[in-house]
């Protein structure tokens, strides 16, 4: 996909109106989920080779497709006024959200890209889509959760964490979000395209307010993906206490304007102690590389501990690099910030920046030759002793035999 430009202007959001939109946007989550990312979740019906869930029925469904309609690039959907008993077990998670009332919330989620569309503006159009309509119909805090490869495109739309990442046993580590939709000062901190349609609208300061006062920590966290280029690059050096070419051997060999072009587009995460941050058996797209804080990794049925990953270490790249279900559980072992990095960052340098490619594969080849190289010199550690053992146990028998 080298055209984005192109991609964007035959672009169009639309809301689905009849059964047969319904149907499409659910045959077009299974398409990727299942058939494109090889993913199998519970609702899937592999029969009709469709994907939804309760959540559903009840939801404005919105897509981006060609203008002709006939290829779905992202679609995602809004539930608003959860004023709903069967959604009361979703607003009970909404905390101290609810004191402005279930009907000023509104829940948007399974954000589906099409990974032919993963480059192009269809994600962001139809995040824009979803903000119109919240507004439209009263919210004032709209509440996601994604995964972590996509958290710099909703902190650049003005979407904030307001509690601890968790690990769901479908979707894998998931981050969660709310926009306050009234909040203009920070849409205007972050240069949120979202500014634009605010703009027109009456925008109280009280849930800003209101938020900072009881979310202080995540009401002034830094927004990496608002950061220019050159603060983005001096933020992860602080953590490192070294530049990043420097600090992780993934950067090896690079230079600023190539290790930029990698990282840039890759997300920060804070994690508290004893935070799972992968399951083994999930699947996954991204790979972690440790910006500060340490990690432990677990692997076998009785989840030993194989192995302690700190500060510029990586995990997660098996899975990152063959799509295959993630091979051990990764928990972190005091507080930790991670940069994720997804496989469509790899894919898109491949294609527009080969040398760039070429280096970070070799990197990331050596890093998988030094892990095999290490686990099997523990292997022979471990077998060997036996092996002399048994050689000093079988000479006394034959000369007893003898």
């Known amino acids: 996909m080298s055209d984005t430009t192109g991609q964007n202007a035959k672009l169009q959001v639309f809301t689905a109106t009849d059964e047969a939109d319904f149907f499409r946007i659910f045959q077009f989550r299974y398409g990727v989920k299942v058939t494109q990312l090889g993913e199998d979740p519970p609702a899937a019906d592999h029969g009709r080779k469709t994907l939804s869930d309760r959540l559903d029925q009840s939801a404005m469904q919105i897509y981006v497709a060609d203008a002709n309609k006939r290829e779905i690039a992202a679609a995602v959907r809004l539930n608003t006024?959860?004023?709903?008993?069967?959604?009361?077990?979703?607003?009970?998670?909404?905390?101290?959200?609810?004191?402005?009332g279930v009907e000023s919330l509104?829940?948007?989620?399974?954000?589906?890209?099409?990974?032919?569309?993963?480059?192009s503006m269809a994600a962001s159009l139809a995040l824009c889509a979803v903000y119109k309509l919240a507004r439209q119909h009263g919210?004032?805090?709209?509440?996601?959760?994604?995964?972590?490869?996509?958290?710099?495109?909703?902190?650049?739309?003005?979407?904030?964490?307001?509690?601890?990442?968790?690990?769901?046993?479908?979707l894998g580590y998931q981050v969660p979000m709310v926009l306050l939709t009234e909040d203009?000062?920070?849409l205007t901190r972050v240069n949120s395209p979202l500014v634009k349609i605010a703009r027109n609208m009456t925008n109280p300061v009280i849930t800003g307010n209101w938020f900072a006062r009881n979310f202080p920590d995540y009401a002034l966290a830094p927004v990496p993906a608002a950061m220019a280029d050159e603060e983005f690059w001096h933020f992860l050096a602080r953590k490192l206490n070294q530049p990043p070419t420097a600090g992780v051997p993934l950067l090896e060999g690079l230079d600023y304007a190539e290790a930029m072009a990698f990282i840039r587009a890759g997300s920060v995460l804070n994690c508290r102690q004893d935070v799972p941050i992968l399951k083994a058996g999930q699947f996954g797209r991204e790979m972690?590389?440790?910006?500060?804080?340490?990690?432990?990794v677990l692997a076998g049925p009785e989840k030993s501990e194989v192995a302690r990953l700190k500060r510029g270490d990586i995990f997660g790249e098996l899975a990152y690099l063959s799509e295959a279900p993630r091979t051990a559980d990764v928990v972190t072992t005091d507080e930790t910030e991670l940069l994720v990095l997804n496989q469509e960052i790899v894919q898109r340098i491949m294609v527009k920046m080969p040398a760039i490619a070429a280096k970070v594969l070799f990197n990331l080849s050596l890093i998988l030759c030094e892990r095999v190289g290490r686990s099997t010199r523990d292997l022979v550690s471990v077998t060997l002793p036996a092996a002399s053992t048994g050689s000093q146990q079988a000479a006394p028998r034959k000369t007893a035999e003898g």
């Open 81 to 100: 006024g959860l004023t709903d008993p069967s959604l009361a077990h979703l607003t009970q998670g909404f905390g101290v959200f609810r004191e402005f």
């Open 288 to 296: 972690f590389v440790i910006l500060s804080g340490e990690v432990r």
């Open 184 to 186: 203009f000062s920070h």
């Open 139 to 170: 919210s004032r805090f709209d509440f996601s959760q994604c995964s972590p490869s996509l958290v710099p495109l909703y902190q650049r739309l003005g979407y904030r964490r307001f509690r601890e990442n968790f690990v769901d046993e479908e």
């Open 106 to 119: 509104s829940l948007s989620g399974q954000l589906i890209i099409s990974p032919k569309w993963a480059s």
